[in-house]
């Protein structure tokens, strides 16, 4: 959730505001602003998505391809790869649903989920094998939902001569309901159960980024505190321009009740042996910029992600080389997404084709 407020530039505030105080606080959204080069960048088109054998001439295209091709036209796969960006970025795992049609011969629906939403339960012992999905959200102030998914093996009762549920890779699933509200008192009570006869769960899941030895993947937001850094130095410094930027006249030797203005401000009366002095400023805040832009860098630089505005007196004299070697980082991050998002896009897919009844469809390609 704190990913997601800042990706909307809804920041902590950096120096706290006083009762009564004007709020003077700087928020230069960085996040908002990296997670939107890397969307650009990650689906600047629609990747061709084919099965085995496919040929790309128009017409030729097996069944199961058109199928396939009529099931993403459906689902807009440009505008779902953005929503599938931004939905994986910011919470670090991307969570994708699929949905039955609602009726005969369409095609079936596919959702990019909340992951604020969804928790996945795994075997302790295979960190990438998920047991069931829990998935819970909020109706209304007294109502709350919960949708348990769950394969059909692993609600088989127990027996002496199998105490312990044995994993079933085909295993049907099955979506179990529940809802709270006041009335029960609080309490979860089931209120359905829809069955999901297909050797897969409805739920696609996969990590943002590489991370070992765990199940959930990292944030491309996980350096936010660099943000609020940025905010602060910015705040200051705008803080100390609006009380110091203008000299303040001060007067030495002269009672200010003899002092008379012969013009509004203009120039003084004043009594003779007067001294007057400006007091200002002494610095023009250059090592507060420099820390600005030193910390605006490095949020950049964690992100992988190039910031124009730390080039733009380059930009005339980049070469192609330059150009090259400037954005060699972001694109080896995107093409590492491009590689586990691309994974995810053809699960998707084979798993939509068996949903059209192509029980034996394969693994397509992602290019």
């Not at 910011?90 to 604020?116: M, Q, S």
């Not at 105490?163 to 979506?175: C, E, H, K, N, T």
């Not at 765990?214 to 803080?239: C, K, M, Q, W």
Request: hydrophobic residues 40%; aromatic residues 12%.
């Amino acid at each position: 959730d704190r990913y997601w407020r800042y990706y909307r530039g809804e920041h902590d505030a950096p120096p706290k505001v006083r009762d009564g105080e004007r709020d003077d606080n700087i928020f230069i959204n960085l996040c908002g602003q990296s997670i939107d080069k890397k969307v650009s960048f990650f689906a600047p088109q629609s990747p061709v998505i084919q099965l085995p054998g496919e040929t790309p001439q128009q017409g030729d295209e097996s069944p199961a391809q058109k199928a396939l091709d009529g099931f993403w036209k459906q689902n807009e796969l440009e505008m779902f790869l953005v929503e599938l960006g931004m939905g994986g970025f910011i919470p670090g795992h991307a969570f994708v649903k699929l949905l039955l049609p609602d009726a005969d011969g369409e095609y079936p629906d596919v959702a990019v989920l909340d992951a604020r939403h969804v928790t996945a339960f795994w075997d302790i012992s295979n960190v990438k094998r998920v047991l069931w999905y829990r998935l819970q959200w909020e109706m209304d102030s007294h109502t709350k939902r919960r949708q348990d998914i769950v394969p059909v093996w692993l609600l088989a009762k127990p027996t002496e001569a199998q105490p312990v549920p044995q994993y079933d890779p085909l295993s049907a699933w099955v979506i179990i309901e529940y809802e709270q509200t006041q009335r029960n008192g609080g309490k979860w009570v089931e209120t359905g159960r829809d069955p999901w006869n297909y050797p897969f769960s409805p739920i696609v899941q996969w990590k943002n980024g590489p991370l070992p030895h765990e199940f959930y993947g990292p944030s491309d937001l996980r350096h936010y505190r660099l943000n609020d850094a940025v905010n602060f130095i910015a705040t200051n410094t705008a803080r100390i321009i609006k009380f110091h930027a203008h000299p303040t006249t001060f007067v030495v030797g002269a009672n200010m009740d003899n002092v008379q203005a012969t013009s509004i401000d203009g120039v003084w009366e004043l009594p003779e042996g007067t001294q007057v002095y400006n007091l200002e400023m002494q610095s023009d805040l250059g090592s507060s910029m420099r820390m600005y832009d030193l910390l605006r860098g490095a949020f950049f630089t964690e992100g992988r992600v190039v910031d124009w505005a730390s080039h733009k007196d380059q930009v005339g004299a980049l070469t192609n080389f330059a150009l090259r070697v400037l954005y060699g980082d972001m694109v080896d991050l995107i093409d590492t997404k491009h590689r586990l998002y691309g994974r995810g896009l053809a699960e998707i897919s084979r798993r939509a084709l068996v949903m059209m009844g192509y029980a034996d469809a394969e693994l397509p390609s992602v290019t």
